[in-house]
């Protein structure tokens, strides 16, 4: 059974950062591709950012490049988002996912229970 456990959400104030963890456990690696996305109250999920777990090769939503980095330990099998510089509009629930990539949340099928970040003002 595969389980992706997400950490480290919290409250911070705008400009702050915090760090997100997600651990996989379980027969994982048949999907290549880790992502990030979240959601806010009232909006759909939105895409964060991906990275596969063999190259590394990662991409970004447009609203948080140059803020966020994503990587991974494979040795750990661990993905993190940094997220630095936070804005009061990056609040929601943040998602880890397995999937097969792209932006596209159809694309991945296994899915965290999320963890909550909130950025004040």
């Known amino acids: 059974q595969v389980q992706l456990v997400e950490s480290g959400g919290g409250l911070v104030q705008a400009g702050g950062s915090l760090r997100l963890s997600c651990a996989a456990s379980?027969?994982?690696?048949?999907?290549?591709?880790m992502g990030w996305f979240r959601q806010a109250p009232g909006k759909e999920r939105e895409f964060v950012a991906a990275?596969?777990?063999?190259?590394?090769?990662?991409l970004y939503a447009d609203s948080v490049k140059g803020r966020f980095t994503i990587s991974r330990d494979n040795a750990k099998n661990t993905v993190y988002l940094q997220m630095n510089s936070l804005k009061p509009e990056d609040t929601g629930v943040y998602y880890c996912?397995?999937?097969?990539?792209?932006?596209?949340?159809?694309?991945?099928?296994?899915w965290g229970q999320g963890t909550q970040v909130t950025v004040s003002s």
């Open positions: 996912a397995a999937g097969y990539g792209s932006s596209d949340y159809r694309k991945y099928d296994l």
């Open positions: 379980g027969r994982f690696f048949s999907r290549p591709v």
């Open positions: 990275i596969s777990w063999s190259a590394g090769s990662t």
